[in-house]
């Protein structure tokens, strides 16, 4: 069990670029998450999927898009990267648990916006 | 608006010394409080959950507590592999069907040998 897993682990970009950064788990789970972490603002939420096909915005969804085509999968796209989109991105998912849900996390993807 | 906060921002401890950190909440209805713990370059890893006023958890040297308005993660005799940043995040029930987490913005423990 790999549990969360996250593609690519570091990427530099620049200005006006566009990526894609995958997340992909094995543990079945409905809910998939995608999270922002900046020094002193602790993890904001861009983007969440209560299962496949679905897909909602979170706290800080400008300037992101996202897919969820597979329930294993959860992509997190940039279409014109910009400096303030330089951040760790993390991955979470979360099993349905009657309301006790807990999310795991993937080991993050580190972007740099120059 | 909900809002989590931690304190200290820092912890230093010299081994062996137990202390505590903290986590104020204010939401409209409490589904769910977790504590988590972040490596340098890592994700973070799940260590509790609390969902109601005066539950309790306990993982090694962790326990944690919790009340209507805050948690307390308490660290007994740690000892430097215990140094992490630790997270507290808190669900509400208004989350409805996304289970969304709000997170503090952690507290930097330093465990010294």
């Known amino acids: 069990n790999a549990g969360v897993t996250q593609t690519p682990k570091f990427r530099v970009l620049k200005t006006g670029q566009s990526m894609t950064l995958l997340c992909a788990q094995d543990m079945n789970h409905e809910y998939m998450y995608w999270y922002r972490q900046d020094p002193g603002m602790g993890l904001r939420l861009i983007h969440y999927?209560?299962?496949?096909?679905?897909?909602a915005k979170g706290e800080v969804p400008d300037g992101y898009n996202v897919s969820r085509l597979k329930k294993q999968n959860f992509l997190l796209g940039l279409e014109s990267a910009a400096p303030s989109q330089t951040s760790v991105y993390f991955c979470?998912?979360?099993?349905?648990?009657?309301?006790?849900?807990?999310?795991?996390f993937g080991p993050g993807t580190r972007l740099l916006v120059l | 608006e909900d809002q989590v906060t931690q304190s200290p921002e820092a912890l230093r401890l010299q081994e062996g010394e137990s202390s505590s950190l903290n986590c104020s909440y204010t939401?409209?209805?409490?589904?769910?409080l977790f504590w988590y713990r972040q490596d340098p370059g890592k994700g973070p890893e799940f260590l509790f959950t609390?969902?109601?006023a005066g539950e309790e958890k306990e993982k090694e040297r962790l326990k944690a507590t919790l009340t209507k308005k805050e948690s307390f993660l308490h660290i007994t005799a740690p000892k430097p592999e215990d140094s992490a940043t630790y997270l507290c995040?808190?669900?509400?029930?208004?989350?409805?069907?996304?289970?969304?987490?709000?997170f503090g913005s952690g507290t930097q423990l330093t465990v010294l040998p």
């Open positions: 999927s209560v299962g496949e096909g679905t897909t």
């Open positions: 609390l969902y109601s």
């Open positions: 939401v409209s209805g409490l589904r769910g």
């Open positions: 979470a998912s979360a099993p349905i648990a009657g309301g006790r849900e807990t999310q795991y």
């Open positions: 995040a808190v669900q509400e029930i208004s989350s409805g069907s996304a289970r969304q987490l709000t």
